[in-house]
């Protein structure tokens, strides 16, 4: 009873009316940029999509089968030759190449957001400081908010799911860069300014080599959660498998929506063990490249 009547008596705070306030601010000043943001990823995932496109199935699909043969060994290869010929053989190529095509996109978009304010956190405590709170509300906030300033300022279809899926994604490869960069052996980073190398050059041949085993498990989960967020994309037109998960789910149709759902599977082990692959120090690995590269210098 006292705790209904102290409740009663606060005064309700609209926060809510405050961000619609800053959604309809920012479309009636800021449409200009919106609609060049919005024609660039739409431009960008047209042109990615009629690239995965250009080949038939089964000639695409033995060029990622050889992409992954090279870079995580036949294992992969092999999953990747049965798994994109299952999904060609479900009839859902077009859906999982949109799928693809909108993940790459937003996927390339974090990378190039996340890692270098990841680089900037771990230089600096005053960026540390500011970019922690502000990646604990992005991490915490539910995947369905941000759809909804997104459909607002790009209206319908892939290029609202996209910019959601970038907002939502950035977290873990920010975080992982910061980790990764901070984890480098001091000693190393002193040697190098010991013989006089510039602070660029410290980054690019000593720290970043060095953290790639931690900022490539950022991208990992950066793509892993970029492909979750494209399915849920789905429900504001984004198409791909996400809109077939969504049409099985009104249509009440167990076998499109699971089929979907394993298409979705595929991609996602698929760029898992790819990005694995990538940040391991396999001689085939981006790291071990980087390392051979800088020591050849």
Same mark, same amino acid.
């Given at each position: ?16 009316? /405050? ?12 449409? /200009? ?23 038939? $199935? ?9 992409? +992954? ?51 900037? +956190? ?16 992005m991490q915490t906030m539910p995947a369905f908010v941000y759809l909804i300033p997104a459909i607002f300022f790009f209206h ?52 970043? $080599? ?72 396999h001689p085939r690995g981006l790291r071990a490249l980087l390392t051979t590269g800088t020591a050849k210098r």
């Amino acid at each position: 009873m006292t705790t209904d009547v102290l409740a009663s008596d606060l005064p309700r705070v609209h926060v809510g009316d /405050w961000f619609d306030d800053l959604v309809t601010w920012c479309t009636d000043n800021l449409g /200009w940029l919106f609609d060049g943001i919005g024609s660039a990823l739409d431009w960008a995932i047209g042109n990615l999509t009629d690239l995965l496109n250009l080949l038939p $199935p089964l000639g695409l699909t033995v060029v990622l089968a050889l992409i +992954a043969l090279v870079l995580s060994g036949w294992r992969l290869g092999l999953f990747a030759l049965l798994g994109f010929a299952l999904i060609d053989s479900m009839e859902l190529w077009d859906s999982a190449m949109d799928t693809l095509a909108q993940v790459l996109v937003a996927a390339v978009i974090g990378v190039v957001i996340s890692v270098p304010i990841g680089i900037a +956190a771990a230089r600096s405590q005053l960026v540390s400081r500011v970019v922690r709170p502000v990646l604990d509300f992005m991490q915490t906030m539910p995947a369905f908010v941000y759809l909804i300033p997104a459909i607002f300022f790009f209206h319908i279809g892939a290029v609202p799911g996209v910019v959601a899926t970038v907002i939502f994604s950035l977290p873990p490869g920010v975080r992982l860069t910061e980790l990764g960069i901070r984890g480098v052996d001091p000693e190393m980073v002193e040697a190098g300014e010991a013989f006089g190398t510039p602070p660029l050059r410290v980054l690019t041949r000593i720290q970043i $080599p060095l953290a790639m085993p931690s900022i490539m498990a950022g991208v990992n989960q950066l793509i892993m959660l970029a492909l979750s967020m494209v399915v849920i994309s789905g429900m504001v037109g984004a198409g791909g498998l996400g809109g077939d998960v969504v049409e099985g789910i009104q249509r009440v149709d167990i076998a499109g929506g699971f089929e979907a759902g394993l298409g979705v599977v595929v991609l996602a082990i698929y760029l898992d063990r790819l990005t694995g692959a990538l940040g391991s120090e396999h001689p085939r690995g981006l790291r071990a490249l980087l390392t051979t590269g800088t020591a050849k210098r």
